[in-house]
């Protein structure tokens, strides 16, 4: 008979079978770790293994159990003053229903995922969040929104990597092209 798995070797598996694509395994294994959390009054740390599962099952193409995984640990991360995962467990929220192709309701969460992170100058998470909205909005046929939303993402970025200065010089190129063909119109 095998013992039973600590907590820390329980998550140590989930990220390995994560990492390799087994996300069925991975989830079952954080949420092994999660009911054990919530039986020793963790409720911090439970809400943290549930939105692991839910990022392990939406990989695995299960959106429903994702957002019913996710649901419920924004409060649980807004109550304790944990801003920072109180807006990583609602953008996990937001793409669980996008996955479900409710879409409004997504990018409202990305939305406020967004707001959250800005307040407190996540902006590497920002920008993700900034990224899966300006998505939907392609995705909704709104072009020039989706434009906008990724240059409002990396202009908020302070030091900008490479790759990201590279990306605003290219999102910058419509808005030049179009006042240039304004000023050849008059």
């Known amino acids: 008979m095998s013992e039973a798995l600590s907590p820390k070797q329980l998550i140590s598996e989930a990220q390995s079978a994560y990492r ?5 395994a991975a989830a079952q294994s954080f949420e092994a770790v999660r009911q054990s959390y919530l039986l020793a009054g ?6 943290e293994m549930a939105n692991n599962v839910s990022v392990a099952l939406l990989q695995n193409g299960n959106p429903e159990e994702a ?8 409060a649980v991360f807004a109550a304790a ?8 467990a609602i953008g996990n929220q937001a793409a669980a229903l996008e996955a479900l192709n409710q879409l409004d ?4 969460l990305y939305w406020q ?14 920008l993700s969040a900034l990224q899966s909205i300006s998505a939907l909005q392609l995705r909704t046929g709104r072009q020039m929104q989706a434009l906008a939303t990724m240059q409002a993402g990396i202009a908020g970025i302070e030091k900008p990597s490479l790759k990201q200065r ?5 999102l910058n190129l419509p808005m030049k092209m179009m006042s240039a063909g304004s000023e050849t119109d008059g």
């Open 20 to 24: 390799r694509g087994d996300y069925a």
């Open 81 to 88: 003053g944990d801003q920072k995962r109180q807006a990583m």
């Open 42 to 47: 963790k409720e911090i740390l439970a809400a």
């Open 113 to 126: 995922s967004a707001e959250i992170l800005k307040n407190i100058n996540e902006t590497d998470l920002r």
């Open 67 to 74: 957002l019913q995984a996710v649901t419920g640990t924004a």
């Open 105 to 108: 309701e997504a990018e409202q």
């Open 166 to 170: 590279m990306l605003k010089n290219l």
